[in-house]
């Protein structure tokens, strides 16, 4: 019964993306430990414990992580605002931890930041906040026009040039917060929380932003969020960071589709079609007990996602297929689906959906018997 499965079989993202050649890793954190002195009254804090993490060539990676997790102490250790208690960050092979004030301030200028609040000067206008690190830089008056003017048409703000940050929304602020890191043609732009502060409409635009810039810049991206959303919507690669520890890592379609740590399953039940409906969710169980149905994830990727792979299974395996819930969504701007089903409980009919999903190259994951 396997062999018109075989036949049918697509080929799926998950084969294609194993053989994909694996790029050099531009930032690059080895083993890292950061803890904070203690003060008066406060015990010290180790707020990043043996970081190793690898943010590839012209890729967003995408940290997730709860308040106090150490996303902004692991973001402020790329640019050199801390440094490492032990271990290494290096930054296209330079290690700036070790970087003396002047060198620092010279490798800086490759690494551009934005911030949740902006942090524009408010009595500059766009022209003159993006001007800024140029000016710092002692770029003369008429480079630094050429190089502005473009960059507040890549970030679409050519008829903001003149306009304070309180004329500009906060949408409009952000861009110019994007404009102003690209300033100094950074090869690696830091993101701390970047549309935290902003509505989920301009979050979609900012992050589609970042996307365009990411690739007409061959920029390499470290973001940090508290948002799956913003994951799906960016990063190419995920990690997911719990009690200064990274508890999971991996290309996104992958961690989406098969999630490890508890943390990380948390998060995407917050996103839509993550998480079970209420009244099989209150009923399930692991074990798989008499007359109880299996229930199954399937996790559809790439361009087979709308597929009519369930049902060659249930024609081909001859078992009643139950669908729980189904959502075609989009991860990175790939389509990314997700089905949950129920099946017979019994072994040998579980064993036998699994396998005939996997021969497709899905991954189907039992979440427990109803
Ligand atoms: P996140 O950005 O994920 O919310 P942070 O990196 O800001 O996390 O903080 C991680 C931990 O380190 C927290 O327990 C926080 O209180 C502590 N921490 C952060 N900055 C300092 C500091 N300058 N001094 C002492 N403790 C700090
Ligand atoms: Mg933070």
Partial sequence: MNAPLALAAPVSSFSEASVLPVARPIIRFERVEKTYAARRGHPPVTALADISLDVPEAAILGVIGRSGAGKSTLIRLVNGLEKPSSGRITVD??????????????????????????????RRTAFGNVALPLEIAGVPAAEIKARVEPLLDLVGLADKRDRYPAELSGGQKQRV?????LATRPRVLLSDEATSALDPETTDQILALLRKVKSELNL??????????VIKAVADRVAVIDGGRI??????????????HPTTRSFLSALTGQSLPPQIADRLTAEPGDNRAAVLRIVFTGTHATDPVLSRVSRLLAVDVNIIQAQVDEIAGAPFGVIVISVPGDAPTVAAVRNAVERLHLSAEVLGYV
Wanted: a neutral charge; proline letters at 2%; charged letters at 25%.
């Fill in 220 to 229: 390499t991206v470290l973001l940090i969020t508290h948002e799956m959303a």
């Fill in 93 to 122: 092979g330079v290690d700036v931890g070790a970087l003396a004030e002047t060198a620092l301030r010279r490798e800086r200028r490759s690494i551009g930041m934005i911030f949740q609040h902006f942090n524009l000067l408010a």
């Fill in 177 to 181: 917060g994007i404009a102003r890191a």
């Fill in 247 to 260: 508890v999971e890592e991996g290309a996104t379609y992958e961690v989406f589709a098969r999630p490890r």
